[in-house]
């Protein structure tokens, strides 16, 4: 049972144009949702993150929207550029009883940008 | 700056052999992640450890152990393989934040 459903699984947009993921959730004590990069070969690496008292947060080209009653968030890409071609990863994660991070990633979309 | 350093970065192995993967997180990171993923898959919790002390295990096989050593690197143990455990792992590193810093992963094929 997945419990952070991503999509789409793939994505093609033109240079310039604005990349949209989106995730949804399910449990409630997720109180953290990273955005990860992954490019082939390379591990995941942090791109942007959120927690659920805030709606919004805007890194640069990067954008999380966050809908906290309909459990859902997205990661807007303003101004695509080929160098972001990559799959991204959305998670929610919660502190274990140790204080770790328990993430939990959604399946991931493999976003190409074209010319 | 210091990332987080697995080796080896390529491994093959036959069925039913042992592997062993290391990590060398951070410096001064107390926490130690390992994930699993499969081709194509998104990354799997494995197991954690907080200062050299398992913490928190999630899908981990039982021919499957790690442990943290007292310089903080990490081992991962991985016996009687088998062709499902054709995957790339990766060890993640933190410390007082949030955010998990993951190294360039370790990609074992079984044969």
């Known amino acids: 049972q997945q419990q952070v459903k991503q999509s789409p699984q793939s994505l093609i947009v033109q240079k310039g144009g604005i990349s949209i993921i989106n995730c949804a959730y399910e449990?409630?004590?997720?109180?953290?949702f990273p955005w990860y990069q992954q490019f082939p070969g390379k591990g995941p690496a942090l791109l942007i993150a959120?927690?659920?008292?805030?709606s919004e947060k805007k890194e640069g080209r990067f954008t999380i929207s966050f809908n906290k009653s309909a459990k859902q968030f997205s990661l807007h890409i303003m101004d695509s550029q080929p160098g972001d071609s990559a799959t991204y990863f959305c998670?929610?994660?919660?502190?274990?009883?140790?204080?770790?991070?328990?993430?939990?990633f959604g399946t991931g979309t493999r976003l190409t940008i074209i010319p | 700056a210091a990332g987080v350093i697995q080796s080896p970065r390529h491994l093959i192995k036959e069925k039913r052999e042992t592997a062993t993967l290391k990590c060398y997180p951070i410096?001064?990171?107390?926490?130690v992640y390992w994930y699993q993923q499969g081709p194509g898959q998104d990354p799997q919790f494995l197991i954690s450890?907080?200062?050299?002390?398992?913490?928190d295990k999630g899908s981990i096989p039982d021919r499957f152990s790690a442990q943290q050593f007292s310089d903080y690197h990490s081992e991962l143990n991985m016996s009687s393989l088998e062709l499902g455990d054709s995957a790339l792992y990766f060890c993640?590193?933190?410390?007082?934040?949030?955010?998990?810093?993951f190294g360039e992963g370790s990609r074992l094929t079984v044969l």
């Open positions: 410096p001064r990171h107390d926490t």
């Open positions: 450890f907080y200062e050299k002390m398992q913490s």
């Open positions: 998670a929610a994660s919660m502190l274990s009883n140790f204080g770790n991070e328990k993430l939990t």
């Open positions: 449990n409630t004590a997720f109180d953290y």
């Open positions: 959120i927690r659920p008292d805030v």
């Open positions: 993640a590193s933190s410390s007082a934040g949030r955010e998990l810093f």
